[in-house]
């Protein structure tokens, strides 16, 4: 049994057969999904997708690229979105300074905000970091009684133990099936079985051998194949262990 942590299946590249491809998941052994929003569109239409799909949950948040079109009601907006009984995240949230989207003093703030509100409602968070880990790290050390994790992970060893000191967790997609992911290879074989989650970000980021292809939860099982070779244990304990800590995190009791 897989658990895709983080999924995109709002994405207009699903148009066409979202409905097909979500239900052979059964057949796929792919027993829950967690669909992460970037805005406050893409939070509405995944719970309306949990409402349909039983094993499907949600991530409601605003990414930082979509964090320019956030209004002081945007929040409000995200916190009764995050009300609805399958919202189990804010996410996906964060900075990214490769692209600069949004101005990045907008993003910091709209960042906070949303921290925040994490804090004041009980949620964990998932984060979105891409080329500004010192301001990541600053701004969540300020929330250190929140449960985080950050999402597509690909730095060294020594990021990984500043964010597992804080007791977050670490979230792998496709990219440690890639030839040039050396240093995260390090972080998946040292890190604790305990805080370790497996995720596609579909349709994004498709591993080894379906890379070039669009991504969906179908292809998780090359991630646990990966997970389970680098740490020496059978596939079937990887997809267990990253199931675990999923529903743990995610306060999810029972795979539907």
């Known amino acids: 049994m897989f658990f895709d942590t983080h999924a995109h299946y709002d994405d207009k590249r699903f148009d066409e057969d979202r409905d097909e491809i979500l239900r052979s998941m059964e ?52 916190e009764g979105l995050l009300r609805h009984p399958k919202a189990k995240a804010v996410g996906e949230i964060g900075l990214d300074y490769h692209y600069d989207f949004s101005p990045r003093d907008i993003q910091k703030k709209r960042f906070r905000e949303q921290l925040e509100l994490a804090r004041s409602i009980g949620k964990p968070v998932v984060i979105h970091e891409r080329e500004a880990l010192q301001d990541t790290l600053d701004m969540i050390r300020d929330f250190s009684d929140l449960t985080g994790v950050i999402h597509c992970f690909s730095g060294s060893w020594d990021t990984a133990k500043k964010i597992l000191d804080m007791g977050w967790y670490l979230s792998f997609t496709g990219v440690i099936t890639f030839k040039n992911a050396r240093k995260t290879l390090e972080v998946v074989e040292k890190m604790p079985s305990d805080r370790i989650m497996i995720e596609t970000d579909c349709p994004y980021l498709s591993p080894e051998p379906k890379r070039g292809r669009r991504n969906s939860s179908l292809y998780l099982k090359y991630i646990a194949e990966k997970i389970a070779q680098i740490r020496g244990i059978p596939t079937e304990e990887a997809a267990t262990l990253t199931m675990r800590n999923g529903m743990r995190f995610f306060n999810i009791s029972e795979p539907s």
């Open 27 to 78: 057949n796929a052994g792919v027993t829950l999904i967690l669909n992460a929003s970037s805005n406050l569109w893409s939070a509405k239409h995944g719970l309306e997708m949990a409402e349909r799909y039983a094993f499907m949950y949600s991530a409601v948040g605003v990414h930082p690229h979509d964090s320019k079109e956030m209004t002081d009601e945007s929040v409000k907006d995200l």
